[in-house]
């Protein structure tokens, strides 16, 4: 009984401090715009003020982490260097919105945030998977024992995180339409980042995340190896992809709006 009681007190404390008669409406979509069980859509929007607070941290901590390519790229350029910490900075500021009640008037950052956290949340775990890291020597053993618990520890970090990033991109349609206009300002925004991290720098060299198969020549990185190709060919893919979601996600509350 008394365990029962404690889970009881926890419950209403719990809707007590994270209520759910604010949350928006769950309405049916196909399960590719809305593949989140409906219990984690909801739990992420009760507690909301800890995933901003999470995304803020992780984009403090993004911004430190492009502290070596900051010094490589010119500063007119910089805006284009760190992806991922701007695409939790746009889910911090877009989440934020929808609860202190500005979301109606930010169509366009819902869905850069959209954009941003399925974009660089796949990109980046695919990237460290297909292109790992090269150790001193060839060898694990060269990196010492603190060595090695912070470069796997740092790997597991940076997968584990950018996944959750995809994760929390579908919290989004709870509360934003992705009108055309909106959907066109992400995709604008993420196909110039694609041309100038890929295809063409115009200030520079190409501004995507260093790769750990781009060997480094003194001058900058060699940008001709296959796996700048590859990176571009998953980076140009996804930010077709994200403009099929949000399009789709649009059509499909629309057409439950029709239908209810």
């Given at each position: 009984?008394?365990?029962?009681?404690?889970?009881?007190?926890?419950?209403?404390?719990?809707?007590?401090?994270?209520?759910?008669?604010?949350?928006?409406?769950?309405?049916?979509?196909?399960?590719?715009?809305?593949?989140?069980?409906?219990?984690?859509?909801?739990?992420?929007?009760?507690?909301?003020?800890?995933?901003?607070?999470?995304?803020?941290?992780?984009?403090?901590?993004?911004?430190?982490?492009?502290?070596?390519?900051?010094?490589?790229?010119?500063?007119?350029?910089?805006?284009?260097?760190?992806?991922?910490?701007?695409?939790?900075?746009?889910?911090?500021?877009?989440?934020?919105?929808?609860?202190?009640?500005?979301?109606?008037?930010?169509?366009?950052?819902?869905?850069?945030?959209?954009?941003?956290?399925?974009?660089?949340?796949?990109?980046?775990?695919?990237?460290?998977?297909?292109?790992?890291?090269?150790?001193?020597?060839?060898?694990?053993?060269?990196?010492g024992t603190l060595g090695f618990l912070w470069e796997y520890g740092l790997y597991s970090f940076l997968v584990v995180s950018h996944l959750a990033m995809v994760v929390e991109a579908f919290l989004v349609h709870r509360y934003a339409s992705f009108s055309a206009g909106a959907v066109a300002v992400a995709a604008?925004?993420?196909?110039?980042?694609?041309?100038?991290?890929?295809?063409?720098?115009?200030?520079?060299?190409?501004?995507?995340?260093?790769?750990?198969?781009?060997?480094?020549?003194?001058?900058?990185?060699?940008?001709?190896?296959?796996?700048?190709?590859?990176?571009?060919?998953?980076?140009?893919?996804?930010?077709?992809?994200?403009?099929?979601?949000?399009?789709?996600?649009?059509?499909?509350?629309?057409?439950?709006?029709?239908?209810?």
């Amino acid at each position: 009984m008394s365990g029962a009681s404690a889970t009881d007190r926890v419950r209403r404390a719990y809707d007590r401090w994270f209520p759910a008669d604010d949350l928006p409406e769950q309405r049916d979509l196909p399960r590719f715009v809305a593949p989140l069980p409906d219990w984690l859509e909801d739990l992420g929007l009760r507690l909301v003020w800890l995933v901003v607070l999470v995304n803020l941290a992780g984009t403090a901590f993004g911004f430190w982490f492009y502290g070596f390519q900051f010094t490589i790229t010119e500063p007119v350029m910089w805006p284009f260097v760190p992806d991922s910490p701007m695409a939790t900075l746009f889910i911090a500021l877009s989440l934020a919105s929808w609860k202190l009640g500005y979301a109606d008037r930010v169509p366009w950052l819902h869905a850069l945030a959209f954009f941003g956290c399925i974009k660089l949340g796949a990109w980046t775990p695919v990237v460290l998977t297909v292109f790992p890291v090269e150790y001193p020597g060839g060898s694990l053993a060269a990196l010492g024992t603190l060595g090695f618990l912070w470069e796997y520890g740092l790997y597991s970090f940076l997968v584990v995180s950018h996944l959750a990033m995809v994760v929390e991109a579908f919290l989004v349609h709870r509360y934003a339409s992705f009108s055309a206009g909106a959907v066109a300002v992400a995709a604008a925004w993420y196909t110039l980042n694609d041309v100038l991290d890929y295809l063409v720098p115009v200030v520079g060299e190409p501004h995507h995340t260093v790769l750990n198969a781009e060997p480094f020549l003194g001058s900058g990185f060699d940008h001709s190896v296959p796996a700048h190709d590859i990176a571009a060919a998953v980076a140009i893919a996804l930010t077709v992809a994200c403009v099929f979601l949000a399009l789709s996600t649009r059509a499909a509350k629309l057409r439950a709006e029709l239908e209810g």
